[in-house]
């Protein structure tokens, strides 16, 4: 079982960075791909970018590319999105998840890859 915890989600101004982070807990977690969703209000759930078990292998959204970025450490369970140049349109509830696959496919823009959800942090972008 892994529990996820995200957070650094807040109120910034179009242009800015965030930091999201989601801690993970549970001893497999190192063997899980990772990935980050968002839903806006009205929106479905979709998907903003992956990553494999060993940090080697990312993949991304096309409107996210360039601008956001995933990473994990595995010695501190956790996994990072490192948002830049945000903009109104990125507003939404940002979650974690956690996949028992290791490695990357074009499944994993899909929320049914995935057996671990966290709560969601919300980022809101004002112009």
């Known amino acids: 079982q892994v529990q996820l915890v995200e957070s650094g989600g807040g109120l910034v101004q179009a242009g800015d960075s965030l930091r999201l982070s989601c801690a993970a807990s549970g001893r497999t977690y190192s063997s899980y791909a990772m990935g980050w969703f968002r839903q806006a209000p009205g929106k479905e759930r979709e998907f903003v970018a992956a990553?494999?078990?060993?940090?080697?292998?990312?993949y991304y959204v096309e409107n996210s590319k360039g601008r956001f970025t995933i990473s994990r450490d595995n010695a501190k369970n956790t996994v990072y999105l490192q948002m830049n140049s945000l903009a109104p349109e990125d507003t939404a509830v940002y979650y974690c998840a956690g996949s028992v696959t290791r490695t990357l496919s074009l499944r994993m823009r899909s929320t049914d890859a995935y057996d671990y959800w966290g709560q969601g942090t919300q980022v809101t972008v004002s112009s």
């Open positions: 990553i494999n078990w060993s940090g080697s292998s990312t």
